[in-house]
Every structure is written in structure tokens, then in C-alpha cells.
């Protein structure tokens, strides 16, 4: 890996802004939109949805009865 590839942990939230603003402008044109699917998906799989929505989404499963046993739920788990 080379130093201009590195990303430093202590690096401000504006250098790294930066460095992503500077890997899209580096992208040809043609793939921007599959780029941007890319950022969209990312964004939305490392943030947390709000209580309100997950509320939502478990009286959800709750109702239609997606629901586990609580007996399964620890199931395929190493835990020592």
C-alpha cells in the first residue's frame, strides 16, 4: 500500500472529505452512478435507524408473526 493510499487514523474529518471528494473525481464518468448506488448502500448499511423506526419494523414482524423462539435466538453462537 502507498502513502498516498493510506488513509491515517488521526487524519481530520476534512482530509479524509477530501480524499473522498478526490477518489470520485478520479472516477470516469460512466461508472459515477453506479458510485454513487455504492456510497448510497454503504451509508445506509453502517447507520442505525431511528427508535421510531425500528419500533416500527418489530411490531411489524411482531403481527405477521416473524418472529423467533427465543430458544433459536442464541443458536450458531461460540459462546464460552
Known amino acids: 500500500m502507498t502513502k498516498q493510499n493510506f488513509i491515517s487514523d488521526n487524519a481530520s474529518m476534512t482530509e479524509l472529505q ?8 478520479q472516477t470516469p464518468q460512466e461508472y459515477l452512478p453506479n458510485l454513487l448506488q455504492i456510497i ?6 453502517v447507520t ?7 419500533f416500527h419494523q418489530g ?10 423462539p427465543v430458544s433459536q435466538l442464541w443458536d450458531d453462537i461460540d459462546a464460552e
Not at 411490531?59 to 423467533?68: C, G, I, K, R, V
Open 48 to 54: 442505525l435507524k431511528s427508535a421510531e423506526e425500528s
Open 18 to 25: 477530501e480524499q473522498v471528494i478526490e477518489e470520485i473525481k
Open 59 to 68: 411490531w411489524q414482524e411482531a403481527m405477521t408473526d416473524n418472529t423467533l
Open 40 to 45: 448510497r448502500l454503504f451509508r445506509e448499511s
